[in-house]
């Protein structure tokens, strides 16, 4: 007999059988002359399209409703508007997966659509580009003779005998396709093997982000293969990569503006240690070494084997999202934690059924100049 949590209300019980909600939601630290000033921006992955903005305090200062549910976040432009990743459901392999996505929008401070452009194949991320296109993060089948030769998996967990694997698009705002990059033209799957033995086979490399460099270059994160590829965008060459065992099943390199990446390293399967922990590192792309991380003194502490992400803010600080659990903190250069923050936003989860879930795969942090942007007051 296997005993379980509903993760929910069960009737009868006066204790909240959730065990996120029942540590406790909101605010849970301040230290108001460490943490850096500004409005924290997130959406709950399984809410139902807000967005929220809360003060250091865990008070609500703003919402947006959007017309979809996430797909999976949003964030503000360097114009103050909201670029907004949403969910359109279909009955692809894409379709049935919490990842999907499908449009991408972006909308005004009051929650004015402005425009917004459909891509069926669209899954986790999508970005406005600084040419005012939109890149789209996207999967398909993978060519029948690319797939015989993807390593790793399980067998026979395939899609109706297909593997699915990502490629790149961009898009007018109206829908015109402009640029695609495909990831079978540049790497080989017998080179690049699916990382955790216990994956399904369902996907090749399970791309989880995409983001443009300064110079138009633009990286792109392959969680099931555990590597970050920077692709020369006038090329479409591969000219730098990082990988295992550094990195584990890694969400949302970021970077920085002395020229290094930050990266959630989730570490669900880590080649080097015997049980999986997070960590947020920052990395030196000239060297390949890591400069800075933060990680529990005792690591299983902070672990996000999925999702999350980590912004380095003005003072130095760096916002981290352990984003299954929707615990939002920050630390100092040091390592100290200086604010913490549950979501207190419970939606029904995809998978196992009948639960609440918390997460959230995006976090960022605004301050004051950037907000008031949004608000067209600059």
Known sequence: MTAQSSGGSTPGTTVDQNPIRRRGTGLRALDAAKASAGLTLFAPMHGDGTVYLVDLNGTIVHTWRMPYPPGLYGYLTDRGTLFYNGKIPNETFLGKTPFKGGVALEADWDG??????????????????????????????????IARRVQGGQPGTEVNGRIWADYLLEVTTDGRPVWEWRIWEHLDPAEYPIAFAENTRSEWTHGNAIVELANGDLLISLRNISTILKIDRKSGGVVWKLGAPMLSGQHAPTPLPNGDILIFDN?????????????????????????????????????????????????????????QFGRFFEVTPAGEVVWEYVNPYFGPASRPPQTQTNSVFRVYRYTEDELARARHLI
């Open 267 to 323: 570490g669900p399967h880590r080649v080097d240690q015997t049980f999986p922990f997070s960590r947020v590192i920052e990395v030196n792309p000239a060297t390949n070494q890591i400069v800075w991380k933060f990680q529990e003194a005792f690591p299983p502490n902070f672990y996000s084997d999925r999702i999350s992400n980590a912004q380095r803010l003005p003072n130095g600080n760096t916002l981290i999202n352990e984003g």
């Open 112 to 145: 004015r659509i402005l425009w917004e452009v459909r891509q069926p194949n669209h899954h986790h991320d999508g970005r406005l580009l600084k040419n005012g296109n939109v890149l789209f993060l996207c999967a398909t089948e993978l060519p029948a003779g």
